[in-house]
C-alpha cells in the first residue's frame, strides 16, 4: 500500500540548531516528493519539490531534501533554524503506480526557541 | 491572482444533517483535490478530479460522501447524514497540471466542521 512515515510527531530546537527532520515513503514506479509547510495561522504551502533529476533540491527560506532511492527517503534538512521556522512540516508523494493521487505523511510540529 | 478559496470557513451542523462544502480553485488548474484533517493529524485523500473527471474515489469514508466539479471550475463536497466523526477541517487544493513531473499542489484556507 503507498504510505509516507515522518519519524517524529513533535520537534523542539533552540535558534541556530540544525534540523533533520525524517521521511520514508513506500510507493511503486515513478515518484514526485514533497515538502509543505504549515506556519501557524497560514494556508499549507510548498517549500520545495523533487521530481527528477539532482536528489538534492533546495528550497524556500535555506531548507533543503535528498531523495536517496535506496532508502526510499526524502528527508528534510536545515543548517541552522530560527524561530520564525516554527510550523508543522509535512511529507508527500505522488507517482505513476497510484494515478499521481498524492499521499501525506502525518506531519511534524516543529517547535523552535527563541 | 486570486488563491484556492473555500466556503464556508466554518460550519456547525446537527448530526444527521446533510452539510455541502464548495472549493473555488485557482483558475486554469486542471487538478483538484480534497483532504480531511482530522485534529491532530496528518491529511487524509479524500477525492481528487482530473478535469471534472474523478479517477479515484478510494478516499472517500463513505457513501454518505461525494463530490462534483463543473468542467475545471467550482467543486462541492457533500456529506450527507453527518455524523461527529466527520468533525474536521476538510482542505481543497488545486494543482495547475497533472502527471510526472507535476502536482505541486496550492491549498485553500479549508472548512472548519464542527457536527454536534
Known amino acids: 500500500a503507498q504510505s509516507v512515515s515522518q519519524h517524529n510527531h513533535h520537534v523542539i530546537l533552540s535558534e541556530a540548531a540544525s534540523l533533520e527532520l525524517g521521511c520514508n515513503y513506500s510507493y511503486g514506479g515513478t515518484v514526485n516528493l514533497f515538502w509543505y509547510v504549515q506556519y501557524p495561522g497560514q494556508h499549507l504551502q510548498l517549500l520545495l519539490k523533487?521530481?527528477?533529476?539532482?536528489?538534492l533540491v533546495k528550497g524556500i527560506k535555506g531548507f533543503e531534501a535528498e531523495f536517496i532511492k535506496s532508502k526510499f527517503s526524502f528527508n528534510l534538512r536545515k543548517p541552522s533554524v530560527q524561530w520564525s521556522d516554527t510550523a508543522e512540516y509535512f511529507c508527500?508523494?505522488?507517482?505513476?503506480?497510484?494515478?499521481?493521487?498524492?499521499?501525506f505523511g502525518a506531519g511534524t510540529r516543529l517547535f523552535v526557541k527563541a | 491572482g486570486a488563491g484556492v478559496s473555500q466556503s464556508p470557513s466554518n460550519k456547525v451542523t446537527e448530526k444527521g444533517k446533510d452539510v455541502e462544502l464548495r472549493c473555488d480553485p485557482i483558475?486554469?488548474?486542471?487538478?483538484l483535490y480534497w483532504y480531511r484533517q482530522r485534529l491532530g493529524q496528518g491529511l487524509e485523500f479524500l477525492i481528487y478530479?482530473?478535469?471534472?473527471?474523478?479517477p479515484d474515489k478510494s478516499g472517500l469514508p463513505s457513501d454518505r460522501f461525494s463530490a462534483e466539479r463543473t468542467g475545471e471550475s467550482v467543486s462541492t463536497l457533500t456529506i450527507q447524514r453527518t455524523q461527529q466523526e466527520d468533525s474536521a477541517v476538510y482542505l481543497c487544493?488545486?494543482?495547475?497540471?497533472w502527471g510526472q513531473g507535476a502536482g505541486e499542489q496550492y491549498f485553500g484556507p479549508g472548512t472548519r466542521l464542527t457536527v454536534t
Open positions: 478530479f482530473q478535469g471534472n473527471s474523478a
Open positions: 483558475s486554469g488548474h486542471t487538478a
Open positions: 487544493a488545486s494543482s495547475p497540471a
Open positions: 523533487y521530481f527528477s533529476g539532482d536528489p
Open positions: 508527500a508523494v505522488s507517482g505513476n503506480t497510484g494515478g499521481f493521487k498524492t499521499i
